[in-house]
T-cell receptor, first 115, second 112 residues
Framework: EAAVTQSPRSKVAVTGGKVTLSCHQTNNHDYMYWYRQDTGHGLRLIHYSYVADSTEKGDIPDGYKASRPSQENFSLILELASLSQTAVYFC??????????????FGPGTRLTVL | SQWGEENLQALSIQEGEDVTMNCSYKTYTTVVHWYRQDSGRGPALIILIRSNEREKRSGRLRATLDTSSQSSSLSITAAQCEDTAVYFCATDASSGSWQLIFGSGTQLTVMP
């Protein structure tokens, strides 16, 4: 079964500190995505990638960097964490081909609190 | 924004009732997804309806799509307590990157 895992599941960071969120998928999918979800709102796309060593900006990339060192791994980096980045972050993967090409498989999420 | 509603909507019903959730979108899409998110978990796809389909069924779920009014609905028949979750609709961004644009969702609570 398709699997996307995230680490850590929860993190408390200090304002101005560096935060790295990690995502690992065993789906053999080309596409990976990072979303943030704020309380009471839907998911918004931060960065995505369709191939290793390449990342693309999503709708809200400011304050975030992404890294895709391999097909399986996709990281989200907050170089200088700010209070406004407190949210739940979800990673997802997508095959990009075939009849299921639109379905995104989500990880369990990382709850980030910036103090 | 792609969607008409910006904030999470809330619905509360009794077990056994039918319920319908609606979404309206602003730009053309080739597919509407409906995702379900249980508390503390990531969203999971429950039904997908394409622009050439007017209706799609899966068990007690029924999705409709009206491309002329740019709206979609998700109905649950005889809701059960385990249907309690947040339900999101999402459309493709039509950018060739298999991106999705999510609506703000509906928090459905089914009471015993």
């Amino acid at each position: 079964e398709a699997a996307v895992t995230q680490s850590p599941r929860s993190k408390v960071a200090v304002t101005g500190g560096k935060v790295t969120l990690s995502c690992h998928q065993t789906n053999n999918h080309d596409y990976m995505y990072w979303y943030r979800q704020d309380t009471g709102h839907g998911l918004r796309l931060i960065h995505y990638s369709y191939v290793a060593d390449s990342t693309e900006k999503g709708d809200i990339p400011d304050g975030y960097k992404a890294s895709r060192p391999s097909q399986e791994n996709f990281s989200l980096i907050l170089e200088l964490a700010s209070l406004s980045q407190t949210a739940v972050y979800f990673c997802a993967s997508n095959p990009g081909l075939g009849p299921s090409s639109y379905e995104q498989y989500f990880g369990p999420g990382t709850r980030l609190t910036v103090l | 924004s792609q969607w008409g509603e910006e904030n999470l909507q809330a619905l509360s019903i009794q077990e056994g009732e039918d319920v319908t959730m609606n979404c309206s979108y602003k730009t053309y899409t080739t597919v509407v997804h409906w995702y379900r998110q249980d508390s503390g978990r990531g969203p999971a796809l429950i039904i997908l309806i394409r622009s050439n389909e007017r209706e799609k069924r899966s068990g007690r779920l029924r999705a409709t799509l009206d491309t002329s009014s740019q709206s979609s609905s998700l109905s649950i028949t005889a809701a059960q307590c385990e249907d309690t979750a947040v339900y999101f609709c999402a459309t493709d961004a039509s950018s060739g990157s298999w991106q999705l644009i999510f609506g703000s969702g509906t928090q459905l609570t089914v009471m015993p």
